[in-house]
Antibody, heavy 119, light 108 residues
Framework: QVQLVESGGGVVQPGRSLRLSCAASTFYFKYDAMHWVRQAPGKGLEWVAFISFDGTKKYYSDSMKGRLTVSRDNFGTTLYLEIANLTSEDTAVYYC????????????WGTGTTVIVSS | SYVLTQPPSVSVAPGQTARIACGGSNIENTGVHWYQQKPGQAPLLVLYADSDRPSGIPERFSGSNSGNTATLTITAVEAGDEADFYC???????????FGGGTKLTVL
């Protein structure tokens, strides 16, 4: 079973950019479509972004569109999410998750990385 | 955008049956997936495609989907089932993945 480990979170000043990473434990990562999902403190899950296995398809949430870039390095088995122009509303735990190969759900989740936007 | 509506909370006594609803327009036309999230943990898939269970999920967890409502049913509820539950669909019209607002299951 693949394991996913996010990193790159921390305290960031408003207006700055941040790049989050998600490292997969297996070589087969290159066959997996992936998602980013976030959860603000005390709130529910919010889908953020999707990238196909080969990186040719990318979809973004409407609420954050224009500030997001999702990418992947299949040679290095790593997924990335860059968020520009951060605001306090971006404060959340960010999870990466693998999409099932057979349906539109997320069957493996990372443990999350916390982003706090504060001056 | 497509909206999924869940009750904020559901409470049941141990051993009873919990039912958590997820409402959406013509939701029966799309597969609904359910996640359990305990405090401080990542979400865990408990049902996919309306009613299928991943390996390791007890048979006590089941699901249905009809009309405008999908339902997660947990029979013989245990204290360890206490968690937040989220429904999720893929909205083909926008290529967006949508989560419900979540339901906190309390075991009395």
């Amino acid at each position: 079973q693949v394991q996913l480990v996010e990193s790159g979170g921390g305290v960031v000043q408003p207006g700055r950019s941040l790049r989050l990473s998600c490292a997969a434990s297996t070589f087969y990562f290159k066959y997996d479509a992936m998602h980013w999902v976030r959860q603000a403190p005390g709130k529910g899950l919010e889908w953020v972004a999707f990238i196909s296995f080969d990186g040719t398809k990318k979809y973004y949430s409407d609420s954050m569109k224009g500030r997001l870039t999702v990418s992947r390095d299949n040679f290095g088995t790593t997924l990335y999410l860059e968020i520009a122009n951060l605001t306090s509303e971006d404060t959340a735990v960010y999870y990466c998750a693998r999409q099932s190969s057979t349906n539109y759900y997320m069957d493996v989740w990372g443990t999350g990385t916390t982003v706090i936007v504060s001056s | 955008s497509y909206v999924l509506t869940q009750p904020p909370s559901v409470s049941v006594a141990p051993g009873q049956t919990a039912r958590i609803a997820c409402g959406g327009s013509n939701i029966e036309n799309t597969g609904v997936h359910w996640y359990q999230q305990k405090p401080g943990q990542a979400p865990l898939l408990v049902l996919y495609a309306d009613s299928d269970r991943p390996s390791g999920i007890p048979e006590r967890f089941s699901g249905s989907n009809s009309g405008n409502t999908a339902t997660l049913t947990i029979t013989a509820v245990e204290a360890g089932d206490e968690a937040d539950f989220y429904c999720q669909v893929w909205h083909s019209g926008s290529d967006h993945w949508v989560f419900g607002g979540g339901t906190k299951l309390t075991v009395l």
